[in-house]
């Protein structure tokens, strides 16, 4: 297939293109290189005869016009975004834009550029979300498709606009689409400002380990190559207009998550003193709006696509924990961007 991926340089959208690549699709990845954004994320690939890269923001439909009648596409796998919650505390503004304008623009184009070609059945809009969007569970309950939404920051309500409008294009145009909500992602290239990342790389530096509140908050962690397997396995397999909650079968409390990464740093990297990396910890004021816990349910995924995790929550992290170990020239290019190292979402 020829895949055009939005955020392609991000995160989880450059998992995608790599993966796609290697599974022998066409990519043209669309980003508008922002903070997040990093081209070193899919270097790997960068020089491959089926990969192209289009410098576009998703709220600018003349380059989206352009790109969309020179490349023709399958399939928009549609990943851009603003993600990081904290951010949207303080700077509301540009979810809005981004994740709900960006969304429609791009809605937008594609429906033009698939009615001019024929309306044709083959054509996918897969619109990719998070499952912050359905809000907070208590102590029991999983999320599931039909979970109620109930966004609770400014980021998860961008999200769960974005996701509405995707399911009013498909109603009221009959626009192809598929759309999946995912928990927690983790893994190599992980943008320093999340958890996970911040946690391997303060310790290293020596630096406090922030924990929000008590750290008993928990989420559902899922491996971002995980993730990306089965974002293809619904594009090409996933029922038109139907949506998937795809989750890593890994609940873990943030305590219990950062005293893992401690306890693998101990192993693979000591402290020239010899202290554990946990002693490290320390507990701050808490994220406004925090949610309690996630946690997905992915029986619709499992029983109709036969799609599982692959990797648990402690082979992932020691994944992860050596990735950042060998790949320190990556993420120290990436220390002096906005907001790296800072505490953010206190704005309130």
């Known amino acids: 297939m020829k895949l055009l ?28 290189l922002t903070y997040a954004a990093c081209l070193d994320n899919v270097a790997d690939v960068s020089d491959h005869p089926a990969y192209h890269f289009e410098q576009v923001d998703i709220r600018d439909r003349a380059a989206l ?33 981004t994740n709900i304008t960006g969304t429609y623009t791009l809605l937008e184009a594609a429906r033009s550029q698939w009615q001019a070609r024929g309306r044709p059945d083959t ?79 303060n310790a290293l530096a020596g630096k406090p380990l922030p924990i929000y509140g008590d750290g008993s908050n928990v989420r559902d962690w899922l491996f971002v190559e995980d993730h990306a397997d089965a974002l293809l396995l619904v594009l090409q397999q996933g029922q038109v207009g139907r949506s998937y909650n795809i989750g890593g079968e890994n609940e873990r409390s943030n305590l219990e998550l950062v005293r893992s990464l401690c306890a693998i740093l101990d192993r693979l990297q000591p402290r020239a003193d010899g202290a554990p990396y946990a002693d490290l910890i320390t507990f701050v004021t808490d994220r406004p709006g925090h949610d309690a816990r996630y946690a997905i349910d992915p029986t619709r995924l499992r029983d109709e696509l036969g799609w599982r995790p692959s990797v648990t929550l402690d082979e992932g992290l020691e994944r992860t924990v050596r990735w950042y170990l060998d790949n320190t020239a990556w993420w120290q290019a990436l220390q002096a961007r906005d907001g790296v190292g800072d505490r953010l979402g206190t704005g309130t």
Request: charged residues 20%; proline residues 6%; negative net charge.
């Open 123 to 201: 054509f996918r809009f897969h619109h990719i979300s998070t499952d912050e969007v359905f809000g907070s569970l208590g102590e029991t309950g999983l999320f599931t498709e039909d979970t109620p939404y109930d966004p609770r920051s400014p980021y998860s309500a961008s999200k769960a606009a974005s996701d509405h409008l995707v399911r009013a294009w498909h109603e009221t145009y009959g626009l192809p689409v598929v759309l999946t909500n995912c928990s927690n992602n983790y893994g190599p290239y992980h943008f320093p400002e999340k958890l996970i990342p911040v946690v391997i790389l």
């Open 5 to 32: 991926i939005t955020g392609g340089a991000g995160f989880i959208g450059s998992a995608v293109v790599r993966q796609a690549i290697a599974a022998g699709h066409e990519v043209i990845n669309l980003d508008a």
């Open 65 to 97: 016009d352009r790109v969309l009648a020179a490349h023709a596409p399958d399939a928009i796998m549609h990943l851009a975004a603003e993600s990081h919650v904290d951010r949207s505390i303080d700077g509301p503004a540009a979810f809005i834009e």
